[in-house]
């Protein structure tokens, strides 16, 4: 089952603008993450955020995660034209060993 | 895709035969992962290891089963493939540190059965 559902499920913006993404899930969880996918590769993780925090930076990256709405958000500013792919939520089910990702949402940032 | 890599690339077979896909390993994980990704379900599990020889389903196993006889090789097995089964596949690993699921995903195999 799908855990986490990303929103929008596409987002197209230029380039220099922000991009939120939206992330809610169902089961209690440990912690959430973020990954990219550009066309044609595999996943690649960008952050990681543990249920006790509220907020966390990486670069041009900010994820928020609010656990009583059993949601996330990834915020990247500044986008580039690079930024393009699309971006997936995932989540731990409360510390399985699996990852349950969302269905992903595809950014487009234009040049 | 450092330390990763799965074999082969691309595949086209025909219903009914048997695929083998292959995922390798140079970073001694502890856990890989086998996931097929389709349009509209985004990213899913079939199975995965905790160790040599120790593995366990995901969401979708039926008609898959795997194989882990040593550290660095996880082999995903289509006993006999269907159309359904068409999809893009992609091993995974994760050393599990710190408790942490931080997951490290290969180039991916895009099999077509006909």
Known sequence: SQQGEEDPQALSIQEGENATMNCSYKTSINNLQWYRQNSGRGLVHLILIRSNEREKHSGRLRVTLDTSKKSSSLLITASRAADTASYFCATDEGGSEKLVFGKGMKLTVNP | ?114
């Open chain 2, 1 to 114: 895709d450092a330390g990763i890599t799965q074999s082969p690339r691309h595949k086209v077979t025909e219903t009914g035969t048997p695929v083998t896909l292959r995922c390798h390993q140079t970073e001694n994980h502890r856990y890989m992962y086998w996931y097929r990704q389709d349009p509209g379900h985004g990213l899913r599990l079939i199975h995965y290891s905790y160790g040599v020889k120790d593995t366990d389903k995901g969401e979708v196993s039926d008609g898959y089963s795997v194989s882990r006889s040593k550290t660095e090789d996880f082999l995903l097995t289509l006993e006999s493939a269907t159309s359904s089964q068409t999809s893009v596949y992609f091993c995974a690993i994760s050393g599990g540190q710190g408790g942490l699921n931080i997951q490290y995903f290969g180039a991916g195999t895009r099999l077509s059965v006909l």
